[in-house]
């Protein structure tokens, strides 16, 4: 088993609709959750984290954790194209592993005018 | 604050040649990541560092691989003999703290003819 698993897409939405990006992850420990955004031969950029279970909004982001099932999920309100990227799940996991971070494949995020 | 920097921003090089990475984190950042990304995969990490003292490194790396932080701002990455499997985009991230987001930059892309 894979430590972060993502659905590799392509997902595909419509403008204006909801776009919902899954992530699970294996290690129980984990303590911290990013989400970054990746355009075709760029960088990642962070666009949200959260540390705590429940949800945490930043405009037309929202970061939703539940460590119990061991899943953290990345909703984007009114999809613009400009929104079509990879999307990458992260997570530091502490323990042993502190400081670094574990990233999933990504999802292919697809936003059609 | 112009964010973390890295330099070159390209680098093509033959088998078997050896090539130097520089990375400047954002300045109050007292831990400096590496990572390697190939295409169609999320980062995947190889060292840290907090300050000058590199705390992990990926048993992943191999022996060709170094880097270094001597006065704990700038780092360098290393790799030695170079392989065409060593193409691949490096990255450079710097954050506050150890669990703490992690900021990225432009990334070094190399292409190991």
């Known amino acids: 088993q894979k430590e972060v698993e993502q659905n590799s897409g392509p997902l595909s939405v419509p403008e204006g609709a909801i776009a919902s990006l899954n992530c699970t992850y294996s290690d129980r420990g984990s303590q911290s959750f990013f989400w970054y955004r990746q355009y075709s031969g760029k960088s990642p950029e962070l666009i949200m984290f959260i540390y705590s279970n429940g949800d945490k909004e930043d405009g037309r982001f929202t970061a939703q954790l539940n460590k119990a099932s061991q899943y953290v999920s990345l909703l984007i309100r009114d999809s613009q194209p400009s929104d079509s990227a990879t999307y990458l799940c992260?997570?530091?996991?502490?323990?042993?592993?502190?400081?670094?971070?574990?990233f999933g494949q990504g999802t292919i995020l697809t936003v059609h005018p | 604050d112009t964010g973390v920097s890295q330099d070159p921003r390209h680098k093509i090089t033959k088998r078997g040649q050896n090539v130097t990475f520089r990375c400047d984190p954002i300045s109050e950042h007292n831990r400096l990541y590496w990572y390697r990304q190939t295409l169609g995969q999320g980062p995947e990490f190889l060292t840290y560092f907090q300050n000058e003292a590199q705390l992990e490194k990926s048993r992943l790396l191999s022996d060709r691989f170094s880097a270094e932080r001597p006065k704990g701002s700038f780092s360098t990455l290393e790799i030695q003999r170079t392989e065409q499997g060593d193409s691949a985009m490096y990255l450079c991230a710097s954050s506050l703290s150890g669990v703490g987001e992690q900021y990225f930059g432009p990334g070094t892309r190399l292409t190991v003819t």
């Open positions: 992260a997570l530091n996991a502490g323990g042993t592993s502190y400081g670094k971070l574990t």
